[in-house]
């Protein structure tokens, strides 16, 4: 219905691991938009507080419309770039900026999301690293971990999680959107909650060791201005990755071993080798 007299791309085609969501790039009267169309109501309402909430921050963005058609919702965003950092070369500059921008995030007041205070603190985050391990042992059949991997990763320790500020909770490479002027942009707001900084850190520190290298990876944390020590950066890899294949397995009942993206069970086993050290 928006595309009618223009044009319209997906860009979720190939994005296994992302959500439900459906997103597109439509072109109308010699501009460009991105729509998004939710899984669920809640998704929607959720990342529409998100940024209203935080509307102001240069990194947000900017809502044009919305509505729902049927029973469907959608917004339509400004398109804020045809990049983004996982499908760019290793570029230390653009890391070190997105480290930058989840530091600014974490400094908000948290007042804005202030109907979230509890959060994600410390203590659910050592109750749900148990928990995702024990949900991953149900599928590790059809995704190719093993019993011992299971087992190893239960004698891990829950990793140290902070006092709880404003969090993105899943800032990957993807997520950060370059323009051809180089400006940021950080998407896909619909889980963000108050939580530990170290969840936001991690996630973007492992992302982009995994898909840009280990200078952006070095980048995007002095970006950030922190060091995270070595073993608990793996405690919370090991958590992230679990909590990534769980959703893999039930977002696809038929995967098999070899079905699974992004090295994910590799990566999963060497995070629980070092975060035993």
């Known amino acids: 219905m928006l595309a009618v007299g223009g044009t319209f791309q997906e860009l979720t ?24 169309v939710y899984g669920s109501d809640a998704r929607e309402r959720r990342e529409r507080h998100a940024l209203n909430a935080l509307e102001g921050l240069g990194f947000i963005p900017t809502m044009v419309d919305r509505g ?25 500059g653009l890391a070190r900026r997105a480290g930058v921008i989840l530091r600014q995030l974490h400094d908000v007041d948290a007042a804005p999301l202030s ?15 148990r928990s995702t391990i024990k949900r991953l042992e149900r599928y590790r059949g059809r995704l190719g971990v093993s019993q011992e991997q299971i087992d190893a990763a239960l004698t ?15 800032p990957v490479l993807r997520n950060f959107i370059v323009d ?31 898909h840009a290298g280990p200078a952006a990876a070095d980048a995007a944390e002095a970006g950030y201005g922190r060091p995270i020590d070595g073993v608990q950066l793996d405690r919370w890899i090991v958590y992230h990755a679990a909590q990534t294949l769980v959703r ?30």
């Open 13 to 36: 085609a190939s994005t296994p691991l992302v959500t439900p969501n459906q997103v597109f790039r439509i072109w109308r009267k010699g501009q460009s938009f991105v729509l998004k």
């Open 68 to 92: 729902s058609h049927e029973t469907t919702r959608w917004i339509l965003f400004e398109d804020a770039g045809r990049w983004n950092l996982r499908s760019l070369p290793e570029n230390p």
């Open 115 to 129: 109907n979230l205070q509890r959060g994600i603190d410390g203590e659910w985050v050592a109750l749900d690293f």
């Open 156 to 170: 891990v320790k829950p990793p140290y999680a902070g006092q709880a500020t404003v969090a993105h909770t899943d």
């Open 180 to 210: 051809d002027a180089g400006l940021m942009t950080l998407i896909d707001w619909e889980w963000a909650t108050m939580a530990p900084p170290e969840w936001d850190l991690t996630k973007l520190v492992w992302s982009a060791s995994m």
């Open 248 to 277: 893999y397995a039930e977002r696809h009942l038929s995967a098999r071993p070899g079905d699974v993206p992004d090295n994910l069970v590799a990566e999963f086993d060497r995070a629980v080798l070092g975060a035993a050290s």
